[in-house]
Protein backbone atom coordinates (compact mmCIF):
# COMPACT_ATOMS: atom_id res chain seq x y z
CA UNK A 1 0.00 0.00 0.00
CA UNK A 2 1.40 3.78 -1.03
CA UNK A 3 2.08 5.70 1.60
CA UNK A 4 1.78 9.08 0.16
CA UNK A 5 0.12 11.48 1.49
CA UNK A 6 -3.20 12.78 0.03
CA UNK A 7 -4.48 15.80 1.84
CA UNK A 8 -7.96 15.69 0.67
CA UNK A 9 -10.09 12.35 0.57
CA UNK A 10 -13.40 11.74 -0.21
CA UNK A 11 -15.19 8.26 0.57
CA UNK A 12 -18.48 7.40 -0.97
CA UNK A 13 -20.79 5.05 0.84
CA UNK A 14 -23.46 2.86 -0.38
CA UNK A 15 -26.67 5.52 0.43
CA UNK A 16 -28.27 7.99 -1.29
CA UNK A 17 -25.43 10.02 -3.12
CA UNK A 18 -25.91 14.10 -3.52
CA UNK A 19 -26.88 15.24 -7.19
CA UNK A 20 -24.24 15.91 -9.21
CA UNK A 21 -21.71 13.43 -7.17
CA UNK A 22 -18.84 14.02 -10.31
CA UNK A 23 -18.82 18.11 -10.09
CA UNK A 24 -18.48 17.38 -6.40
CA UNK A 25 -15.25 15.85 -6.12
CA UNK A 26 -12.08 17.95 -6.85
CA UNK A 27 -9.58 16.80 -9.21
CA UNK A 28 -6.34 16.98 -6.27
CA UNK A 29 -9.13 14.74 -3.79
CA UNK A 30 -8.16 10.87 -3.47
CA UNK A 31 -11.74 9.33 -4.05
CA UNK A 32 -11.96 5.97 -1.72
CA UNK A 33 -15.60 4.25 -2.37
CA UNK A 34 -17.07 1.66 -0.16
CA UNK A 35 -17.93 -1.73 -2.08
CA UNK A 36 -21.68 -1.27 -2.25
CA UNK A 37 -20.84 2.17 -4.08
CA UNK A 38 -18.50 1.10 -6.45
CA UNK A 39 -21.20 -0.37 -9.35
CA UNK A 40 -23.38 2.98 -9.86
CA UNK A 41 -20.39 5.12 -9.07
CA UNK A 42 -18.81 3.24 -12.39
CA UNK A 43 -21.61 4.00 -14.17
CA UNK A 44 -21.54 7.53 -13.43
CA UNK A 45 -18.21 7.79 -14.66
CA UNK A 46 -17.16 9.01 -10.99
CA UNK A 47 -13.59 8.62 -10.52
CA UNK A 48 -12.46 5.75 -8.16
CA UNK A 49 -8.95 5.50 -6.65
CA UNK A 50 -10.02 2.73 -4.19
CA UNK A 51 -12.92 0.21 -3.77
CA UNK A 52 -12.56 -1.24 0.42
CA UNK A 53 -14.86 -3.54 2.55
CA UNK A 54 -15.59 -7.39 2.14
CA UNK A 55 -16.60 -7.44 -1.42
CA UNK A 56 -20.08 -8.90 -0.81
CA UNK A 57 -22.01 -6.43 -2.80
CA UNK A 58 -19.81 -5.89 -6.06
CA UNK A 59 -20.40 -8.53 -8.65
CA UNK A 60 -17.32 -10.69 -9.51
CA UNK A 61 -16.90 -9.24 -12.75
CA UNK A 62 -16.20 -6.13 -11.54
CA UNK A 63 -14.37 -7.13 -8.76
CA UNK A 64 -11.99 -8.76 -11.51
CA UNK A 65 -12.19 -5.89 -13.34
CA UNK A 66 -11.06 -3.38 -10.85
CA UNK A 67 -8.89 -5.95 -8.91
CA UNK A 68 -5.77 -3.39 -9.04
CA UNK A 69 -7.63 -1.03 -6.73
CA UNK A 70 -9.60 -3.36 -4.65
CA UNK A 71 -8.81 -3.08 -0.91
CA UNK A 72 -10.66 -6.12 0.73
CA UNK A 73 -11.62 -6.52 4.25
CA UNK A 74 -13.81 -8.90 5.76
CA UNK A 75 -13.46 -7.75 9.47
CA UNK A 76 -17.32 -7.83 11.04
CA UNK A 77 -16.55 -5.88 13.56
CA UNK A 78 -16.76 -2.87 11.71
CA UNK A 79 -19.11 -1.79 8.85
CA UNK A 80 -17.67 -0.75 5.27
CA UNK A 81 -17.75 3.02 6.03
CA UNK A 82 -15.63 2.40 9.11
CA UNK A 83 -13.14 0.05 6.93
CA UNK A 84 -13.19 3.43 4.54
CA UNK A 85 -11.82 5.65 7.16
CA UNK A 86 -9.42 3.55 8.99
CA UNK A 87 -7.78 3.14 5.03
CA UNK A 88 -8.08 6.63 4.47
CA UNK A 89 -5.42 7.25 7.42
CA UNK A 90 -3.22 5.56 5.75
CA UNK A 91 -2.30 8.52 3.57
CA UNK A 92 -2.41 10.89 6.40
CA UNK A 93 -4.69 13.31 5.30
CA UNK A 94 -6.01 16.56 6.25
CA UNK A 95 -9.64 16.61 5.82
CA UNK A 96 -12.19 13.85 4.74
CA UNK A 97 -15.39 14.39 2.83
CA UNK A 98 -17.91 11.79 3.27
CA UNK A 99 -21.37 11.41 0.52
CA UNK A 100 -23.41 8.99 0.36
CA UNK A 101 -23.79 7.76 4.16
CA UNK A 102 -27.66 8.74 4.54
CA UNK A 103 -30.60 7.71 2.61
CA UNK A 104 -32.42 4.56 1.47
CA UNK A 105 -32.33 2.74 5.00
CA UNK A 106 -32.82 5.42 8.14
CA UNK A 107 -30.82 2.63 10.57
CA UNK A 108 -28.16 3.17 8.17
CA UNK A 109 -27.91 6.92 8.29
CA UNK A 110 -28.07 6.59 12.15
CA UNK A 111 -25.20 4.65 12.72
CA UNK A 112 -22.90 6.38 9.97
CA UNK A 113 -23.85 9.61 11.83
CA UNK A 114 -23.36 8.10 15.55
CA UNK A 115 -19.56 7.37 14.09
CA UNK A 116 -18.20 10.32 13.21
CA UNK A 117 -17.35 11.44 16.79
CA UNK A 118 -15.74 8.05 17.18
CA UNK A 119 -13.71 9.08 13.46
CA UNK A 120 -12.68 12.87 14.99
CA UNK A 121 -11.35 11.47 18.39
CA UNK A 122 -9.31 8.74 16.40
CA UNK A 123 -7.90 10.90 13.48
CA UNK A 124 -8.13 14.52 14.78
CA UNK A 125 -8.52 15.85 11.19
CA UNK A 126 -11.55 17.24 9.64
CA UNK A 127 -14.51 15.51 8.67
CA UNK A 128 -17.60 16.45 7.03
CA UNK A 129 -20.39 14.25 6.26
CA UNK A 130 -22.17 15.62 3.37
CA UNK A 131 -26.01 15.40 1.94
CA UNK A 132 -28.00 17.21 -0.70
CA UNK A 133 -29.87 18.93 2.88
CA UNK A 134 -26.58 20.09 4.55
CA UNK A 135 -23.21 18.74 6.76
CA UNK A 136 -22.65 17.13 9.87
CA UNK A 137 -19.35 17.98 11.42
CA UNK A 138 -18.26 16.37 14.51
CA UNK A 139 -16.32 18.15 17.23
CA UNK A 140 -14.72 17.49 20.23
CA UNK A 141 -13.29 21.01 21.51
CA UNK A 142 -15.02 24.56 21.94
CA UNK A 143 -14.74 27.12 18.25
CA UNK A 144 -15.72 29.26 16.26
CA UNK A 145 -17.47 28.61 13.13
CA UNK A 146 -18.19 29.73 10.12
CA UNK A 147 -21.86 30.19 8.96
CA UNK A 148 -24.13 32.56 7.41
CA UNK A 149 -26.89 35.31 9.18
CA UNK A 150 -30.54 32.71 8.59
CA UNK A 151 -28.66 29.50 8.14
CA UNK A 152 -30.43 26.58 9.88
CA UNK A 153 -28.04 24.82 12.92
CA UNK A 154 -28.61 22.31 15.23
CA UNK A 155 -26.59 20.39 17.64
CA UNK A 156 -26.30 17.24 19.43
CA UNK A 157 -24.32 15.68 21.80
CA UNK A 158 -23.36 12.34 22.57
CA UNK A 159 -23.47 12.96 26.83
CA UNK A 160 -26.53 13.96 28.49
CA UNK A 161 -24.56 15.57 31.06
CA UNK A 162 -22.28 18.20 28.55
CA UNK A 163 -23.42 22.19 28.82
CA UNK A 164 -22.50 24.11 26.13
CA UNK A 165 -22.44 27.74 25.88
CA UNK A 166 -23.24 29.63 22.34
CA UNK A 167 -23.11 33.00 20.79
CA UNK A 168 -24.45 33.77 17.54
CA UNK A 169 -27.39 31.09 17.80
CA UNK A 170 -31.05 33.05 17.62
CA UNK A 171 -31.78 30.49 20.39
CA UNK A 172 -28.83 30.61 22.99
CA UNK A 173 -27.73 26.97 24.44
CA UNK A 174 -26.74 27.89 27.92
CA UNK A 175 -29.77 26.48 29.82
CA UNK A 176 -30.06 23.35 27.58
CA UNK A 177 -30.43 20.33 28.98
CA UNK A 178 -28.68 17.72 26.26
CA UNK A 179 -30.82 14.78 27.60
CA UNK A 180 -32.66 14.08 23.55
CA UNK A 181 -31.35 14.21 20.81
CA UNK A 182 -33.64 17.01 19.73
CA UNK A 183 -32.96 19.90 22.27
CA UNK A 184 -30.48 21.41 20.55
CA UNK A 185 -32.05 20.95 16.78
CA UNK A 186 -33.60 23.65 14.64
CA UNK A 187 -31.70 26.66 15.63
CA UNK A 188 -30.86 29.19 13.55
CA UNK A 189 -27.57 31.83 13.18
CA UNK A 190 -27.57 35.27 13.46
CA UNK A 191 -24.13 36.85 12.11
CA UNK A 192 -21.68 35.03 9.56
CA UNK A 193 -20.48 32.92 12.47
CA UNK A 194 -21.28 31.22 16.06
CA UNK A 195 -18.94 29.88 18.83
CA UNK A 196 -19.58 26.64 20.96
CA UNK A 197 -17.64 26.61 24.44
CA UNK A 198 -17.79 23.71 25.70
CA UNK A 199 -15.22 20.84 27.07
CA UNK A 200 -14.69 17.11 27.65
CA UNK A 201 -17.79 15.73 24.93
CA UNK A 202 -17.95 15.18 21.77
CA UNK A 203 -20.79 17.50 19.49
CA UNK A 204 -22.02 16.86 15.87
CA UNK A 205 -23.51 19.70 14.28
CA UNK A 206 -25.85 20.36 11.07
CA UNK A 207 -25.26 22.90 9.17
CA UNK A 208 -28.33 23.10 6.69
CA UNK A 209 -27.61 24.24 3.00
CA UNK A 210 -28.39 27.02 1.58
CA UNK A 211 -32.14 27.16 0.07
Known amino acids: ?9 TIIADGQLPNMIRDLINPDEYVICCDGAAKSLIEERVKID ?15 KFSSIIHKSDCQESNDLTKA ?3 ALNFHPQRVRIYG ?3 KRE ?12 YKRLSNIDIEMITDYGTFIPVTNSGKFNSFKGQ ?4 FSLSPNVKILSTNLKYPLDSVVFDAWWKGTLNECTSDYFTLEFSDSDVLIFFASKQ
Open 107 to 118: DHTIGNISLLCM
Open 50 to 64: AIVGDMDSLDPKLQE
Open 101 to 103: ASG
Open 85 to 87: LYF
Open 152 to 155: QISI
Open 1 to 9: MSLIQHNNI
